[in-house]
């Protein structure tokens, strides 16, 4: 019978705390990530991370949807590589793209100071690729925790490093309603 009590007056409890919850705005906001002409991909940046987002003290967010945007570098470039290595001989040569190297832009969850990968999209190869896809199909709660973005590879440290020659950016959209606690 006291354990019937107690589950009941913690179910009670529970309610009682999610009612509490007052809407207070609702939130449409894209975090970007540009990773710079230049940047040599290794075993050293397999994950570069970008901005956060933080809920302010007192503050509950639900978390509607989350769209991951990563339009085809090549298609940015001409139809062109946008990866290219330098070789022994200090030869600059075509290498491929962010997609040969599965780039993708990651949805992260930052819990006091570890960030782990919710949901990825790989950069695309085409033009023509899907790019409206909610990657939830329930809300998200997040009163603690921070939404980030990251740009992720699976390239290791092997001859020909390829180097990126143009900026590319990758977008995340969020829609979050807010509550006061």
């Known amino acids: ?13 529970l309610f009682s705390k999610a009612q ?3 809407y207070h705005r609702t939130i449409d906001t894209v975090l970007t990530i540009t990773i710079p002409n230049g ?14 987002l933080t809920p302010p ?21 001409g139809g062109q ?8 001989n200090g030869n600059v040569s075509s290498w491929g793209n962010l997609y040969s190297i599965s780039g993708a832009i990651s949805v992260m969850l930052r819990n006091n100071s570890n960030d782990i990968g919710l949901f990825k999209r790989q950069v695309a190869s085409n033009l023509n690729h899907e790019q409206g896809t909610n990657y939830i199909t329930s809300p998200l ?6 939404l980030g973005i990251a740009f992720t590879h699976t ?6 490093t390829p180097f990126l020659i143009m900026d590319y950016t ?3 959209h969020f829609s979050i309603l807010e509550f006061k606690n």
């Open 1 to 13: 019978m006291k354990k019937t009590g107690t589950i009941l007056l913690l179910l009670i409890t």
């Open 20 to 22: 509490d919850l007052q």
């Open 155 to 160: 390239y290791g440290t092997q001859a020909n």
């Open 170 to 172: 990758g977008k995340i």
């Open 57 to 77: 003290n007192n503050k509950t967010w639900k978390v509607q949807s989350i769209i991951i945007n990563t339009p085809c570098d090549e298609c940015q470039n």
């Open 39 to 52: 940047t040599v991909f290794n075993s050293t940046n397999f994950q570069i991370t970008g901005a956060f």
């Open 141 to 146: 709660w997040l009163s603690q925790s921070q």
């Open 81 to 88: 590589s946008t990866l290219h290595y330098t070789d022994a």
